[in-house]
């Protein structure tokens, strides 16, 4: 019975460092989300002046979701939105995902797509497009600065992307309202929790040694 107990407690000892091994890890592996919420209003998004796209630096292998800032227009009809996501600047690398979905009457928020299938290379750049065929909804955006260079107002520059015009040319003086999420990192009290339990486990096997 004793010989059975210190074999369970031995191959618990090991599964917890091993647990606790694995959580550095993953901790290590996540960066935070790419959050862009700034907005001096809707900016120009529809049929008539065809689409508009973000490009960002990607921070993480795995993302949640990449969502952008919409309001509902008063004309057009509920037509649906397509996000598609390509690989570097502008519109014409590797086409990564394409998804389309509909916001409901009166949206006016983070509408945030699924991309949690899609790997990313961290450091890379990658570019959403994002086209409708409904004057019905609006991308809100931000202009940081005048096409001169020159500061406007508080505003602060994305550093790692630009908005994207209807050519997938990047306007380095604007961003879409947009945001990256991907996962927050595990939690410190877990691994705090995980070396508490081990330290108590051999403390107990050194006072009964």
């Known amino acids: 019975m004793i010989a059975l107990k210190n074999t369970i407690l031995k191959s618990l000892s090991c599964l917890m460092i091993t ?13 935070a989300s790419i959050i862009q919420d700034q907005s001096d209003g809707a900016g120009i998004f529809s049929y008539n002046y065809g689409p508009r796209g973000q490009s960002f630096t990607a921070e993480d292998q795995y993302i949640y979701s990449i969502g952008f800032f919409i309001e509902e227009h008063d004309q057009g009809d509920f ?8 690989e570097g600047i502008g519109y014409g690398g590797s086409l990564l995902k394409s998804a389309d979905f509909t916001p409901g009457a009166g949206y006016n928020d983070f509408y945030d797509v699924d991309f949690s299938d899609v790997s990313f290379t961290v ?19 931000v202009q940081h600065s005048y096409p001169n260079g020159s500061p406007r107002g508080d505003w602060i520059n994305y550093e790692g992307g630009d908005m994207l015009d209807k050519t997938g040319t990047p306007v380095p003086y604007m961003d879409l309202t947009f945001r990256v999420l991907a996962p927050e990192p595990i939690s ?17 096997k050194k006072r009964t040694a």
């Open 79 to 86: 037509l649906p939105i397509t996000m598609d996501l390509y």
């Open 188 to 204: 410190s009290t877990l691994f705090l929790t995980g070396a508490a339990t081990l330290g108590f486990r051999m403390y107990r």
């Open 123 to 141: 450091g890379n750049m990658y570019s959403v497009k994002l086209t409708t065929t409904s004057n019905k909804w609006a991308l809100h955006r």
């Open 19 to 31: 647990s606790i091994i694995t959580l550095c890890l993953y901790e290590m592996s996540w960066s």
